[in-house]
């Protein structure tokens, strides 16, 4: 076990993309911020948070998107839906996907496909706390980065946070 981000480390991490993300959206009305169900509306909601205190007065639209029934292996097993609370269009805006960590991109490409039923945006960018670098299956990259890593195939990934499991922490087992 490796500690990859400490508390101090992520909550300094979660600043950065925070900043990242509005020095790229000058315009914060026409962006719209999504985390992926289930882990990175932990990190969505996190972000969110720290983007209302910088800019407390310029509005931005914020939901989460269940990905269970288009996932490629959906067929393999029994999955239980989470859920999507998008209320609102994403037509011609600038749609902001977080997740926890990038692996093979299997869960990004779900995503997208999901996304495609709530509008066409103008632009989706990417932003993910860890990015597994040399690990992916299909071609998507991250705009944002909380940590780049290499690892192996046997290794996880594991992110704690403070609401769910007790402590801001990420390891790698």
Partial sequence: MKTILSGEQLSITIQRLAHQIIENSPELAETCI??????????????????????????????????????????????????????????????????????????????????????????????????????RELPIQPDYVGKAIDSIITQRVKVGWKENSGKDEVILL
């Fill in 34 to 135: 999504i985390g992926i169900q289930p882990r990175g509306i932990w990190l969505s909601s996190r972000i969110m948070q720290a983007i209302n205190i910088i800019k407390p007065n310029h509005p931005i639209r914020y939901g989460v998107l269940d990905i269970t029934f288009y996932r490629d292996d959906v067929r393999k097993e029994l999955h239980v839906a989470n859920q999507t609370d998008i209320h609102f269009s994403i037509e011609n805006k600038k749609v902001i996907l977080i997740d926890d960590v990038l692996y093979t991109g299997r869960t990004i490409r779900a995503a997208l496909d999901a996304l495609m039923d709530f509008g066409r945006p103008r632009k989706v960018e990417l932003c993910v706390l860890i990015d597994r670098r040399f690990s």
